[in-house]
């Protein structure tokens, strides 16, 4: 079971925010931190509760401007529970002796325990054991048990538990300048025998949020009910506090039923009514936790995968799939919300929608693709304003902001903190409009997993059309060279932001844009030529407003795009990348214990990263990752360039050797591309670093505003690509397994189109089971092809069929 479960067996306040983020609880709808019920935010724990799409934007003035930041709203904290031992003081941990304290994360149920022991300055021991879960078969629904044992006394235990709406977002310190009350009063008050509710609302955004709870209360697990007074602060807290007379060894438990509601909720007329309906429904925290577990088992059977010969990968692996089902699940259906780049887990980077998802969309679509077509209609609700973006800034088409929170509307600073200097700079980032490219890439790769026509008909065409047209109006031909050219754009990397001395942000012809962007127009064209019929063609054309001039400059912008490449075949990051000076990355390593942010130690040394030949992460690389090599032979082929695996080695080596990996995501990518081209030993490396990212909180106290969605993702596809083999064709799967040599046996599933198939991976032999999915009807005898090692099986459905094999493991 310990692969299944974290484990922290000592309390080590400088790690608790750390732990407090990997034991998030949450169900795609609400995530609540894994922060002791005991305490409020401090310098050890950071309660806190987020609902997909709640923002709020708050006005700060800093450097005598007016800067507007939107908000993913801390939500009223309703794990809220004290206690005290007759009438001494309420429980403060730092105040009491630890005797023994457990903390454990239980994946495969879903649920956060805690074992704790404590002893106060009169010799008395407490027995302190919780348990909590953020219900997936109830999205609006969480519960907390809470059982207090006197080990060596008996006497009166006094308990206050309720909802704590007195909070601000406080959980990110360089946000700390910034103005972050974001939740007024609206109304609270008590219902039935047992309940209480809080509505607050957001002060901007007009958002109602409730939060309505039942207590109820055990001695020896026989249901007691004691007098409840009710005690509340304004109209931001409330809570019930009781008092009972509890004998040595005696159980005293506590259950906090919650169910969270707000006024964006589609359906909802009032959310403060269902609230409470909602909970008075929910008969104790048993029945809660039998369906939640229920729900986790029928997941775990969908996204399970199995490692046997390595604890750490097994165990990082499931903690990454646990933290992505929390972060979007089916339930997203329902709700207008995207993929924020940190999950339910925090307030880092706002809990805005970034690129990421293109590290995390594989793998939904192998597993639940209906999570990513929920997740992509958020992209597509908002492409009025990715249009109006465009137009702003003087293009076609559809722009999409680089960071989007509810509206659509671009929400990326314009000045940034350096946390290492103290001092606010401008920020260029939102000239990172690869972002619209990740868009496309995703419409893309959902349609070509799944086969969903109908999601390409009603929304992925038009998305794919409006980013290309933007795309062609954004480049300018060059009639000397004969080639069109992009300027004014930052690429992946993120460090180059501008041009040494220059005054204005933006680069020229950064290589990854370029070729993408020809790939997209590649996919329009496709779309117009050879999806739709005439009239479907000719109907979307007029919609996105696309003329047969245009069309036909597409034609020729996929034949004359600019790539910058040299004759030994290195592909500059942007033109004039190799007129910049080389760091001395010997002596910085030296000079400092961390570089990831080596952008930051140069601004803070006087320097700019702009000046040198230096990547967060991987920029040139990314083309290797997103696209294969058929594909990228064809693009460059196309533009007059030559293309080989020798030219993306030496392109390997040229920028591994200057990226300081100041992204999570810079790993993902270079073990792939590692695998790819055969360089084993060292993607074997690079992805066990990707699995340490959040559970070791590698980046240096970044883990602890929220995990990082791209790269569990991202890993979880690198081992089904690097070490399954997998690879997706138009017709077909494939499989090409290539596992390290102290692996003994791998076990995954993937959804491709309407078939499930279940694969082990055994020394000797693969085994794999196709089973279409029950409203698909196949005959017995049909003939499901799948292709291993480059030869084609055809499998029947529901029957096993193992291939023998030699030589999986790699020597």
């Known amino acids: 079971m310990k692969k299944w479960k974290l484990t922290y067996n000592k309390f080590i306040p400088e790690e608790e925010s750390l732990r407090e983020s990997l034991c998030t609880l949450g169900n795609g709808y609400f995530g609540t931190r894994g922060a002791i019920p005991e305490s409020s935010a401090n310098k050890v724990h950071y309660p806190g509760t987020y609902i997909a799409g709640v923002y709020n934007t708050l006005t700060t003035e800093i450097a005598n401007r007016l800067i507007a930041n939107e908000d993913f709203v801390n939500c009223p904290n309703w794990l809220m529970l004290t206690y005290r031992i007759d009438n001494g003081p309420w429980i403060n941990r730092q105040k009491v002796k630890i005797l023994s304290w457990k903390v454990e994360l239980n994946m495969r149920k879903g649920i956060l325990s805690r074992r704790i022991r404590w002893q106060d300055d009169k010799g008395r021991r407490t027995l302190v054991e919780s348990h909590c879960l953020v219900s997936m078969a109830h999205p609006h629904c969480g519960g907390l048990r809470i059982t207090i044992t006197p080990e060596n006394y008996s006497g009166t235990i006094t308990v206050r538990s309720g909802i704590d709406g007195l909070i601000i977002n406080a959980g990110v310190d360089r946000y700390k300048q910034l103005r972050s009350k974001h939740l007024e009063p609206y109304l609270l008050g008590a219902f039935g025998e047992q309940g209480i509710f809080l509505q607050m609302q957001t002060n901007q955004s007009n958002i109602q949020i409730t939060e309505a709870l039942r207590n109820l209360f055990y001695l020896n697990n026989e249901a007691i009910h004691p007098e409840l007074k009710i005690i509340s602060h304004g109209k931001q807290r409330i809570m019930h506090e009781t008092q009972v007379n509890v004998k040595k060894g005696e159980k005293f438990s506590i259950e906090k039923l919650v169910s969270l509601y707000t006024s964006r909720d589609h359906g909802v007329a009032d959310n403060c009514a269902i609230a409470q309906d909602t909970v008075n429904k929910i008969e104790n ?56 780049v940190r999950g339910l887990h925090g307030e880092a980077y706002r809990g805005h929608i970034f690129w990421d998802e293109l590290y995390v969309f594989p793998f939904y679509n192998l597993h639940s693709p209906e999570i990513t077509r929920a997740l992509l209609m958020y992209r597509y609700r908002r492409l009025g304003a990715a249009k109006e973006n465009a137009k702003q800034q003087g293009f076609k088409g559809a722009m999409y902001p680089w960071q989007t929170a509810s509206t659509g509307e671009e929400v990326t600073q314009i000045i940034h903190l350096n946390p ?3 001092v606010w700079g401008p920020d260029y980032s939102s000239l990172q409009r690869h972002v619209s490219i990740a868009i496309a890439y995703n419409v893309w790769n959902y349609h070509y997993t799944t086969g969903d026509r109908d999601f390409l008909d009603r929304c992925g065409a038009e ?19 004969g080639k069109f050219e992009i300027e004014g754009v930052m690429g992946p990397d993120e460090f180059h932001e501008k041009y040494p001395g220059a005054n204005k942000g933006g680069l020229k012809n950064n290589a990854y844009t370029n070729i993408m962007v020809v790939w997209i127009l590649e996919k329009a064209l496709y779309i117009i030529d050879k999806i739709l019929t005439e009239e479907e063609r000719n109907a979307l054309l007029l919609k996105v407003e696309v003329s047969q001039e245009e069309v036909a400059r597409w034609r020729e912008m996929i034949l004359k795009m600019a790539i910058p490449m040299d004759k030994q075949g290195l592909i500059h990051q942007f033109e004039g990348y190799m007129d910049l000076e080389e760091l001395d990355w010997e002596e910085y390593r030296n000079k400092y214990d961390n570089i990831h942010r080596i952008d930051r130690i140069l601004k803070a040394e006087g320097l700019s990263p702009d000046s040198y030949k230096v990547s967060k992460q991987a920029d040139v690389l990314m083309l290797f990752y ?50 790819l081209l055969d360089i084993k030993e060292n993607s074997y490396e690079y992805f066990i670093e990707s699995l340490k990212s959040d559970i070791y909180d590698s980046q240096g106290g970044t883990t602890q505003e929220g995990i990082h ?19 997706i064709l138009e017709d077909r799967i494939c499989l090409d397994p290539k596992l390290p040599k102290h692996w003994k046996k791998i076990k ?25 999915l029950k409203e698909i009807s196949l005959l017995p005898t049909t003939k499901i092809p799948i292709e291993v090692r480059k030869e084609t099986y055809q499998l029947l459905p529901g029957k096993p069929h193992t291939i023998s094999t030699r030589d999986l493991f790699q020597k």
Request: proline fraction near 2%; aromatic fraction near 16%.
């Open 285 to 340: 925290f048993e029945i809660l936790f039998k369906a939640h577990q229920a729900r986790w088992k029928a997941l775990w059977k969908r996204y399970d995968v199995e490692v046997e010969g390595d604890s750490f990968v097994q165990l990082a692996l499931r903690l990454h799939i646990f933290h992505l089902l929390q972060s979007a699940s089916t339930y997203n259906d329902d709700i207008d919300a995207g993929m924020p």
């Open 420 to 422: 290492l200097s103290g």
């Open 463 to 481: 998305m794919i059309l409006e980013i290309a047209h933007f795309w062609s109006s954004s480049a300018t031909f060059n009639k000397k060279s």
């Open 626 to 675: 997103v696209l294969n090599i058929h594909e990228l032979k064809d693009i460059f082929k196309r533009l007059g360039y030559p293309f080989s695996k020798e030219i993306m080695r030496k392109n390997f080596r040229y920028y591994f050797d200057r990226t300081s990996h100041g992204s999570t995501l810079s790993m993902v990518v270079h073990a792939y591309v590692a695998d």
């Open 709 to 727: 969605a791209g790269v569990m993702g991202g890993t979880i596809d690198l081992f089904l690509r690097n070490y399954g083999g997998l690879n």
């Open 748 to 772: 995954f599933s993937v959804r491709y189109k309407n078939i499930w198939f279940y694969v082990v991976v055994f020394k000797d032999a693969v085994t794999i089971t196709a089973e279409p």
